[in-house]
């Protein structure tokens, strides 16, 4: 590019310029300047004009670019949804989870049921235990029994209140 050395021979110019005592001013031959400074202003505008159509030109072809990637991904992404939607074994999965979540809710409430039903028949036997225990000693030793009692009547109700928590 012929301007780099126009401009290269300007700063070469200016460096080699005299200076000016007390001071950062040089003097250099006006004339030599002068004539740099025309050649580079003919030279300036063809180079500006092919560097502005190059930068107009990558700006186009980036727009286009995008435009057109931005295209192709929604093309993509909407045949993506529609395989998705479309697809035999997606919806087959969709049921199959759903009848599993409903299997397993159905047999956690059977356990469930289950469980109480048995802590209850448990806690049940425990009671009839106790209170056929209870009247059997009825009329026997009389201090004894009275706290065998207590404390058997505690236990009553310590477990009927548990059974009434199961419920």
Known sequence: MEIFTLLE???????KSRNVPFSTKGIVDK????????????????????????KEERQRILVEAKKEADG???????????????HEITRKAYDQKTEIIETANEM???????????????L???EDVLNNTLNKLGSQM?????????SLED????IQNSRKELK
Do not use: H
């Open 9 to 15: 021979t300007l700063e070469e110019l200016l460096e």
């Open 142 to 150: 009389a201090e004894a029994i009275n706290l065998m009692q207590i």
């Open 31 to 54: 004339e030599q300047m002068l004539d740099l400074i025309k050649e580079i202003r003919l030279k300036l505008p063809d180079e500006l004009k092919q560097a502005k159509w190059v």
């Open 108 to 122: 956690s409430r059977e356990i469930s049921k289950g469980t109480k039903e048995y802590a209850d028949s448990l």
């Open 72 to 86: 192709i991904v929604k093309e993509a992404e909407n045949r993506i949804i529609a395989m998705i939607d479309e």
């Open 124 to 126: 049940a036997s425990t």
């Open 155 to 158: 236990n009553i109700k310590t």
